[in-house]
């Protein structure tokens, strides 16, 4: 198994939050990769464009022939399973860039974005064509470079949400956002959803989870009864169903596989 993540310099920081390559080989048996879905589009190539997607608690299946596709609109848990080898390079989008790439997606499930721009498919036979993952990393810094525009006000307050939010390790509410910038619920929530293209409190439960389940990786002794109440749940329901919103799986299921799970988030 290879996997290998890069995060950008400025100025293409503000565009996407990171790229990483994901190769695993199963020789004679069938590759998994879970997904988890941290609010954040992805531009997703994938080399050998033959897997199955699944999604749901009761798992639903679609075939993946794309090379390049993103996810959109699909309840968890994810995952991804291909026979013998399955390799990705994907770049992460900052989320309040996410409706200036793909706020025409209309298919929900894995979808095929080839055709969003002509550069795709070009990158998609570049960056399989290089060796060297440092080399990838680069290909994909140009690529960004390339879509490189400046902020609207509208993105630019939205990313100052998002980095209240990242900064307090979601453990803020929708009220606290609103007295802190001085804006209405209603104006919070209208504008994060059409930049982001998820709710404002979907997102802040999903940082939390995330951050809390990075903690728990690097604290293991930690109990999650413990955790939970640090990150501001006394109610076990409360937790346990913000968790399954996050990663379609109660919290003991999750770490009882916690480093296939963490694949892409530790």
Known sequence: MVISLHNPEKPLDILFKECYYIHLDHEGGT?????????????????????IFYYGENPKKVAIKNKVF?????TPPYRIEGAGALTFFTIKLQPWVNAHFFSSLQNEGVVDISKFDS????????????????????LADDFMNKNLFELTPSMEFV??????????QGKITVNQLSEHFNRSRQYLGKVFKKEVMYSLKK?????????????????????????????????QPHFINDFKKVCGVNPLQFFNNLPEFLLRHQ
């Not at 590759?31 to 897997?51: N, Q, S, T």
């Not at 990313?159 to 307090?168: A, D, L, Q, W």
């Not at 940082?207 to 389940?213: F, G, M, S």
């Open 31 to 51: 590759g998994r990769i879970p997904v988890i879905d941290d609010c954040c589009y992805d531009l997703v190539f994938f080399k050998e464009a033959a897997g």
């Open 119 to 138: 550069q795709l498919l070009p990158f998609y036979q570049q960056v399989f064509a290089i060796d060297e993952v440092s080399g990838k990393f680069s």
């Open 70 to 74: 993103t996810i959109h609109n699909v």
């Open 203 to 235: 997102f802040i439960i999903t940082v939390r989870i995330l951050d809390l389940v990075k903690h728990k990786a690097k604290n293991p002794d930690i109990s999650l009864t413990h955790l939970s109440y640090d990150y501001g749940y006394f109610d």
């Open 159 to 168: 990313k100052e949400i998002c980095g209240c939010v990242y900064e307090s």
